[in-house]
Nanobody
Framework: HVQLVESGGGSVQAGGSLRLSCAAS????????MGWFRQTPGEEREGDAA???????KYADSVKGRFSISKDNAKNTLYLQMDRLKPDDTAMYYC???????????????????WGQGTQVTVS
């Protein structure tokens, strides 16, 4: 059974930083496409950052230069380092896993078939 568990969310002032983590069980990160998505009430879930099976990364324009996605295959953990946070970054953040191919990474929800429960990030 594949399970993704996010952690690291919280409340932070504008300009601050947070690091989200996503621990996986039931499969190996190195074989899957991974991504981070955000969602606010009443809105569609949208992709912020993605990483493919060989480490290529893709970012939404709104987070380029501020967010960084990485993964530790040995720990089966995905990370999202979020710097220079803005109030507009307030959202529930979800990690996602999907089968390859996803060359370069994918920010599309349709590329993923496993989702975590989310972790809330609030920026004031």
């Amino acid at each position: 059974h594949v399970q993704l568990v996010e952690s690291g969310g919280g409340s932070v002032q504008a300009g601050g930083s947070l690091r989200l983590s996503c621990a996986a069980s039931g499969y190996t990160y190195s074989s899957y496409c991974m991504g981070w998505f955000r969602q606010t009430p009443g809105e569609e879930r949208e992709g912020d950052a993605a990483i493919d099976t060989v480490g290529n990364k893709k970012y939404a324009d709104s987070v380029k230069g501020r967010f960084s996605i990485s993964k530790d295959n040995a720990k089966n953990t995905l990370y999202l380092q979020m710097d220079r946070l803005k109030p507009d970054d307030t959202a529930m953040y979800y990690c996602a896993a999907g089968p390859p191919p996803c060359t370069g990474g994918s920010l599309l929800m349709s590329a993923y078939n496993n989702w975590g429960q989310g972790t809330q990030v609030t920026v004031s």
